[in-house]
């Protein structure tokens, strides 16, 4: 944020903004463990992105790998384009 931030010098404008990403926020998050899923991740992720939205319009997978040795993190690289801004990877 630069001194010309509008958040900066309008207390009203920051609250605004952070109003506003309150409301753009997922609703639901489902947190998906995954160690060596490659395998397993592409129907998993199908099936829920299928059955969230009957739970919460806004929603969100959050995959967290923890160091698979297997094609897992490629896999999941093909999967954020197909859910762009529902999906999330994180590698430990």
Do not use: C, F, K
Not at 4 to 27: E, F, I, Y
Not at 34 to 56: G, I, K, Q, T
Not at 59 to 78: F, K, Y
């Amino acid at each position: 944020m630069g001194a010309s931030d509008p958040a900066l010098t309008h207390p009203q404008a920051s609250a605004d903004a952070r109003a506003g990403s309150r409301q753009d926020a997922p609703r639901l998050s489902v947190v998906l463990p995954a160690y060596n899923e490659s395998a397993n991740l592409p129907l998993l992720l199908e099936e829920l992105a299928r059955a969230l939205p009957v739970l919460a319009e806004r929603w969100e997978l959050l995959v967290v790998d923890d160091g698979s040795r297997d094609n897992t993190p490629a896999v999941m690289q093909g999967l954020l384009h197909i859910y762009p801004g529902r999906l999330r990877y994180l590698r430990l």
